[in-house]
């Protein structure tokens, strides 16, 4: 009867974030045919309205597209034509990942369960624990980094199995102003289970069995350079076009500004190639500067996400693992 029920409730949300695709369909063709350049700003408030029935329609991960769609609508004319190529963008990336709900009965299994997660359903851990066949490897902890909304705080953990050379994610979550429960330090290693979820990319995971305590392991993983990085990323957009970035060990590059001053990039060592740091560095330039600071001036290895914005610093070694 449990089984019965459960399955009920999927189709019931099945169909709702469906009604919710077909929608914002509407909703993305009205806005396409009054054109990108001409309207102000102002007149995008009601992507905020349009998140909420995402959010209704039991689609969180369609909410937060419209919701990055609408900050760049409410940037208003200071950006220009950018902005108009920005939000152009950010429809196209709507519009394939409603399309591709729509339709997810019709691709194939891998990219399917990439649509489904990308609207925002997802298995809890204890299904998934139970579902999937365990990784177990000697999981290198990477970087953690917390994100507070005011409601919720997410903590983001990325690991690196020694042995498999697979990189993995980690999600906690703790209510408004308290830190979530999982908790595990830059430059320790764990033998574990982990179980990913179902994707064409597979990255996020539950982290499942551990066979011991987490031990030091402050040696870097092996990395590569700036365009071994760019690759990577490149080769995981076109089983997951909706990915932000992907995390990558950069294995000799230094900090240095850009020619115009007002920004800055990692250059590999023969400075023959570089990746722009993401402005802001993922919440502050803290990071950088300490990055800056470490590196005096020398290459370094450093562990982050590279993206179509840009590289994000999160970890670098000197040779003992430091939290950017």
Known sequence: MDAEAARRRAERRARRIAEGAAELERRLADLLRGGLAAVEGAAYGQWDETAARMVDAQAPGLAARV????????????????????????CALLHTLGQGYLRVEELPEALAATVRTRVGITSDAAALLAS?????????????????????????????GRSTGRMALLLSYGAAGRAPELSLPVGLALD?????????????AVLGRRYGPPEPSPAPPPGGDTEAALRAY????RDDPWLESWPVVLSAVTPVPD????????????GESALPVTPGG?????????????SGG???????????????????????????
């Not at 999981?139 to 917390?146: E, G, I, K, S, Y």
């Not at 982990?194 to 597979?202: G, I, K, Q, T, V």
């Not at 020619?259 to 023969?270: E, F, R, T």
């Open 298 to 324: 020398g290459p370094v290895p450093v562990f982050g996400e590279c993206g179509h914005r840009g590289f994000t610093p999160l970890t670098t070694w000197a040779p003992e693992p430091v939290a950017l």
């Open 282 to 294: 993922g919440g502050d330039d803290m990071g950088l500067w300490r990055l800056t600071a470490i």
């Open 259 to 270: 020619a115009d001053g007002k920004g800055w990039q990692v250059a590999d060592a023969p």
């Open 132 to 160: 999937v066949p365990p990784v177990r490897d000697r999981w290198l902890v990477l970087a953690q980094r917390d994100a507070d909304d005011g409601r919720l705080t997410t903590r983001r953990i990325w690991l690196y």
């Open 67 to 90: 919701r990055e769609l609408a900050s760049v609508a409410g940037a208003g004319s200071v950006e220009g034509t950018d902005r108009a190529s920005r939000l152009l963008e950010e």
């Open 192 to 204: 574990a289970d982990l179980a990913f979820h179902p994707s064409a990319r597979p990255l996020r």
């Open 234 to 237: 490149g080769e995981v957009l």
